[in-house]
C-alpha cells in the first residue's frame, strides 16, 4: 500500500516506532505517545470560560522515568521529513530536552540544541536512530556530569504507584536542581510562580538526594506555622518517622528530616538562638521556603542561620525573588536554575486567569483638604495639607469611603455569588476592623445565618486565625469573606478564592504578586476556573509593570450608578493603560501595626522578632484622623481582559471572535475549504472553541441583534468576514428549490425532507450523526435499520448526508 495513503498513527505505529524500539529504546519504560504536557489555557469571556488547545508531544524518550531526553514530532507522508520540526522545538524548549527529531515515516530529521555536534542538523534514516546509550552520554556531556554525577542524577522519583507524576516544569526544576547539586553547586535558586507547588517540587528533591544517601539530614525552614504544619501533613508525608517539626525549643538529633520555622531557632538572645545546639556539619542541605522574606537580606535572621551551617547546600523556593540595593536573592543564591513564571502558568492552564475591576473614588482621586481649624470626630485638630488616595486608612479616616467600600464589594457577591470566598486587602488592622464591622452592616441577613459569614483574620486575632483552615477549606461555607492586611497575604492555600479586594497601597511588586497568588489556584471540583481582583487604590497598575510577568483577562471601570459586575460584552475604549497611568514607585511599606507573621499563638516561635526599643526623644507616632460627613462617590471603573494569546484588551464580543477566527484562518476562502472539506462540521467548531471562540455567548449576542438564531457556518462568515447572514430556515429552503430530491424516491426520499426540516430547526451538529434516526421524526418512516437500507447501506447514507450538507452551505441559485 502507497505510504502517502497511510494516517500519521500509521506512520507511527508502522515505521517510527519500530525505529526506536530497533535502536535499543525500552518500549515500556522509555517511551511514551502522545505525551499532553499542558491542561490548556482558560479563556475567560464575560461569565463563561472554555480551555484553549493543550500541548502534545507525538513522543518523548526517557533516560529514566521523568528524566526526558528526547522528543519526536511524526507527521504523515505527505509531509516532508522535517515537517515537524519547528513545533518540535517549541516542545522540546518548554521540557527542557536537548534533542529533537522529526519524521514522515521516511526517515528522521536530527536537531542537537547542545552546540556539540560537528552539525545542528543531521538527516538519519530509519534504522541510525541514535540509542538510548549514545543520546545519554550526548545529555551528561552537555549538563557536565561525570560519572558521580550521572549517578546523582539517576536516583529515582518518589512514586506512590497512584500514577502521580510531576507535571512538566516540577520535573523541569527537579531535574536542573539535583543537576546543579551534582556538578558541585551548593547555592541554588528556584522561581516558580504561587500555586504552581513548589513544596512537591522540594519534596521530590529532598527524597531523591536523601533516598540516593547523597544527603542524609536536610533542614526545612518557612516564616510561617501555617506553612510547615501545611507540609509535614501533605507533601513531606511519605518521609513518615524519619521526619520531625521543631518546636518549643527542642532539639533531637536522633531524626532526618527537620521542618522549622526560623522563629522557632532564632531570638534576639542568644540562649534562644537553639540552631547552635546543631553542629555546624549536622545539615547537608537546607531547604529555604519563600526565601525572599529572609534570606535575602544580609542581616536577616535567616542569613544567620545559612551562615552557621554554611558547609550546607542551599536551596531557596521563592515565587518572587527580591532585588533592591539593599536586599538580594541572586547575591546570595546566584541566577535561578529555573524559572517558572506566573505568565506561563496561566499560558498552560495551570493557573488561573483574572480579571480586574478598577474602582476610582472621586476624593481618593482630587484629594482633600481639611477646612481651617478642622478637627476630626476624636478633637484632634486635622493637619493643614492635601491628603490623596495613600493618605487613606493610613493617615486618615473617612467613615464614608469604608461604608462605599463594603457596598461595592457586596454589590458583586449578590449579583454574582453571595458564598464567593473573598479576602479584603486592609492598609492595617485599624482598618481591616472598620471593614469587616462595614461588611456586617451591608450583609445583616447572611451574617444573622452565621455570625463567621463575615471575619477579621489578623496577626492580633486569635479567634479570627482560629478561622483560617475552615476558609481555607473547600467544603466549608464560612467564613465567607475576610479582612486582613498581611497575614493572609503569602502562604495561604485557598483554592477556591474568587474574589481579592484590594483597599490597600501597595508599592511593592513583591508584595503584589504574592497577594495575586491567593487567587491563581484552580479547582476543577468546585468550579473555580478564575477570579477577580477589586481595586480601590490602583493597584493592579503593576499589571502594567515591566517586571510584572502576568496580564488580567479583564479590567473594568464602571462609572457612578454603573453596574458593579462586569458586562459580558465590552465596546471598545481608547483608554488603555499607558505608563503614564503609573505612579512613580515608592520604597516597599514595612508590617505596621505589630501584626504577627505566624499563625498559632500559643507557640513562642510564632512570634515575630520584636522592634527594637524606640530611643528616647524619638518622636510619636502620627496621628490617624478620623473624618465624618465628607460625601465618597465612584469616579470611574473599567474592566479587561486577556486574549487567547495573553494580551491585555478591551474589546466586543464580534472583535474576539473575528480575531480567534483570522487567526486559524487567514481569509474566507480558507474557512469555506476547511469547513466544506470537514467530514463533520463539528470539529471545525470544536477547533475554533479550542482558539477561544465561545458559541453559546456569539450565538445570545448575534441573535439579539438580528432577531433570529443562526448557524455556526453563518455566524463565523458574519462575524469575522463581514458575510449577510442567511437563517437556517433560509438554507433549508435554497435546497428545496434546487432538484435534489429527485435523485430518490420512496423512504431515503422522506429521510432526507426530515434531515432538512431537523437542520432547519435545531442545526447542523444532530443532522451529522448518524443516531439521529431514532428520533421519534423518523420513525414514521422506519427502523432506523430499515433508513440506511433504503439508501444501499451506511455508506451510501452517510455519502447521501455529506451532499445535503454541501448544498446547504453553497451559494443560493439566483431566480
Known sequence: MNKKH???????????????????????????????????????????????????????????????????????????????????????????????????????????????????????????????????????????????????????????????????????????????????????????????????????????????????????????????????????????????????????????????????????????????????????????DECHRGSASDDSAWREILNYFSGATHVGLTATPKETKDVSNINYFGEPVYTYSLKQGIEDGFLAPYKVIRIDLDVDLQGWRPKSGQKDKYGNLIEDRIYNQKDMDRNIVFDERTQLVAFKVTEYLQQTGEFQKTIIFCTDIDHAERMRQALVNQNPERVKENRKYIMRITGDNPEGKAELDNFIDPESRYPTIVTTSELMSTGVDAKTCKLIVLDKTINSPTEFKQIIGRGTRIDEEHNKHWFTIMDFKKATERFADKDFDGDPVQIFKPKEGDDIVPPDDIPPEDDDITPDDIDDPVDDESIEDGEEWGNDDTDEEDTPTPPPPEEEGEPEPRIKYHVQGQEFKVSKERVQHLDANGKLVIESMHDHTRECVTRQYASLDDFLRKWGSADKKKAVIAELAEQGVFWPELQANVSKKLGTELDPFDLICHVAFDQPPLTRRERADNVKKRNYFTRYEGAARQVLETLLEKYADVGIEPVEEITILTDQAFSKIGAPMELVSAFGGKSGYLQAVQELEALLYSKPQSA
Open 6 to 288: 497511510f494516517s500519521e498513527r500509521d506512520i507511527c505505529t508502522k515505521f517510527i516506532t519500530p525505529a526506536i524500539v530497533r535502536a535499543g529504546w525500552d518500549l515500556q519504560t522509555q517511551i511514551r505517545e502522545e505525551v499532553t504536557f499542558t491542561a490548556g489555557r482558560i479563556i475567560v469571556r464575560g461569565r463563561l470560560h472554555t480551555r484553549g488547545k493543550k500541548r502534545r508531544a507525538d513522543y518523548i524518550l526517557y533516560h529514566q522515568k521523568n528524566v526526558p531526553l528526547a522528543v519526536i514530532e511524526a507527521k504523515d507522508n505527505k509531509h516532508s521529513l522535517g515537517a515537524g520540526m519547528e513545533q518540535a522545538l517549541g516542545y522540546a524548549e518548554a521540557l527542557d530536552i536537548p534533542f529533537i527529531f522529526s519524521s514522515n515515516g521516511d526517515g528522521f530529521l536530527f536537531h542537537d540544541r547542545t552546540g556539540l555536534a560537528s552539525q545542528m542538523e543531521t538527516e538519519l534514516s530509519l534504522d541510525q536512530f541514535p540509542s538510548p546509550a549514545e543520546l545519554w552520554q550526548r545529555y551528561s556531556q552537555y549538563k557536565g556530569l561525570d560519572d558521580t554525577a550521572q549517578q546523582i542524577v539517576s536516583f529515582p522519583y518518589y512514586d506512590d504507584g497512584s500514577g502521580k507524576s510531576p507535571r512538566y516544569y516540577q520535573a523541569n526544576a527537579i531535574n536542573r536542581t539535583i543537576e546543579a547539586i551534582a556538578r558541585g553547586q551548593n547555592r541554588i535558586l528556584l522561581v516558580m510562580a504561587t500555586g504552581t507547588g513548589k513544596t512537591y517540587t522540594a519534596f521530590q528533591i529532598i527524597w531523591r538526594l536523601w533516598k540516593g544517601k547523597q544527603k542524609k539530614r536536610i533542614l526545612f525552614l518557612a516564616d510561617r506555622n501555617i506553612l510547615v504544619d501545611q507540609t509535614k501533613s501533605n507533601d513531606f508525608k511519605p518521609f513518615g518517622p524519619a521526619m520531625t517539626k521543631i518546636e518549643k525549643r527542642q532539639v533531637n538529633t536522633a531524626f532526618e528530616i527537620y521542618l522549622s520555622l526560623y522563629q522557632a531557632v532564632t531570638g534576639n538572645e542568644e540562649v534562644r538562638n537553639i540552631y547552635k545546639q546543631f553542629p555546624p556539619d549536622f545539615f547537608d542541605l537546607i531547604i529555604i
